[in-house]
């Protein structure tokens, strides 16, 4: 069973205005951390937003929120006021089984593609 | 420089060839991991290691690949008799493990690997 589902097809934006990713998980673990990079298409890797399992609010990070809905597995990425400088592939990733000190791997789901229209 | 450095950034190599690509992770950084990722796909965890703990080798796709990292440092990942579905995008990537549950993947620009 994949762990972080992304199923949106292509996400098509108008500047200026919001957009919601999608992202649900799998996990039976109760510690766990949410993460969203973003890539674009120069390739590199984009650290955006974190949220902790046991965090009791949504984060937030400028432009970014991530709407964290525990009971039904979904931490879903949402991008206030969109600029063309968004248009990239998000990800959602997570890392289960936190423990203080140490870290284990980050799981990626496949992706989003989101283009921002002029 | 301050982040993570990969190399080769590009690699061009004909088919059963060994390739060694490697990452210098931020200084500091105890946590290093290697992902795979195929044009327009998502990341593939490989193997990740943790200080002086065994490393988490469960997503090497076959016993072609390996990686070690020496010294708590720098990290090679080897893959030997390299076949055409290896071309990817390898992605080194580092991380703190110091207190922070949050652990953000700092992400080097990778080695593309084209086998022919």
């Known amino acids: 069973a994949q762990k972080i589902t992304q199923t949106q097809p292509g996400m098509f934006v108008q500047e200026k205005e919001a957009v919601t990713l999608d992202c649900t998980y799998d996990?039976?673990?109760?510690?766990?951390?949410l993460f969203w990079y973003k890539q674009p298409s120069s390739g590199e890797m984009i650290f955006l937003i974190y949220?902790?399992?046991?965090?009791?609010q949504n984060a937030t990070e400028g432009r970014y929120s991530l709407n964290f809905q525990k009971a039904r597995k979904s931490a879903n990425l949402v991008i206030s006021a969109s600029q063309l400088g968004d248009s990239a592939m998000y990800f959602c990733?997570?890392?289960?089984?936190?423990?203080?000190?140490?870290?284990?791997?980050?799981?990626f789901g496949k992706g989003i593609t989101l283009s921002v229209r002029p | 420089g301050a982040g993570v450095s990969q190399s080769p950034s590009n690699k061009v190599t004909e088919k059963g060839k060994d390739v060694e690509l490697r990452c210098d992770p931020i200084?500091?950084?105890?946590?290093l991991y290697w992902y795979r990722q195929s044009l327009g796909q998502g990341l593939e965890f490989l193997i990740y290691?943790?200080?002086?703990?065994?490393?988490?080798k469960s997503g090497l796709p076959s016993d072609r690949f390996s990686a070690e990292r020496t010294g708590g440092s720098v990290s090679t990942l080897t893959i030997q008799r390299t076949q055409q579905e290896d071309s990817a995008v390898y992605l080194c990537?580092?991380?703190?493990?110091?207190?922070?549950?949050?652990?953000?993947?700092?992400f080097g620009e990778g080695s593309r690997l084209t086998v022919l």
């Open positions: 990733a997570m890392r289960e089984v936190v423990r203080t000190g140490a870290n284990s791997k980050l799981t």
């Open positions: 949220q902790g399992s046991y965090d009791q």
């Open positions: 996990t039976s673990d109760p510690s766990y951390g």
């Open positions: 990537a580092s991380s703190s493990a110091s207190g922070a549950n949050t652990g953000e993947l700092f």
């Open positions: 200084s500091g950084h105890t946590a």
């Open positions: 290691f943790q200080g002086n703990s065994a490393p988490d």
